[in-house]
């Protein structure tokens, strides 16, 4: 199994970033996928997740009408859209699917 996420980098405020996950190893298009994130000293949280059918999303408070999160079933892959980016969603984003875990991407918003 392996579960990969890539796009983290530095962005100033304001600015956007999408975010991928390429998932292989077990049956993507059956589970939900969902984004977290952790930023130091902090506990991780729930980002924005999206069904398996039918595609539903759910979203933190903190990010709703800032991100969004879509999947690519035939890609095995799920992003995550974010835009007007402000220093406090600096942390690393974590992708999770079924009980597996990537290693994480560090998203830093910073002048």
């Known amino acids: 199994v392996q579960v990969v996420e890539s796009g983290g980098g530095l962005v100033q405020p304001g600015g956007s970033l999408r975010l991928s996950c390429a998932a292989s190893g077990f049956t993507f298009r059956s589970y939900t996928m969902s984004w977290y994130r952790q930023a130091p000293g902090k506990e991780r949280e729930l980002v924005a997740s999206?069904?398996?059918?039918?595609?539903?999303?759910n979203y933190a408070d903190s990010v709703k009408g800032r991100f969004t999160i879509s999947r690519d079933n035939a890609k095995n892959t799920v992003y995550l859209q974010m835009n007007s980016l402000k220093p406090e969603d600096t942390a690393v984003y974590y992708c999770?699917?079924?009980?597996?875990w990537g290693q994480g991407t560090q998203v830093t918003v910073s002048s």
């Open positions: 999206i069904t398996s059918v039918g595609g539903s999303t």
């Open positions: 999770k699917g079924y009980v597996y």
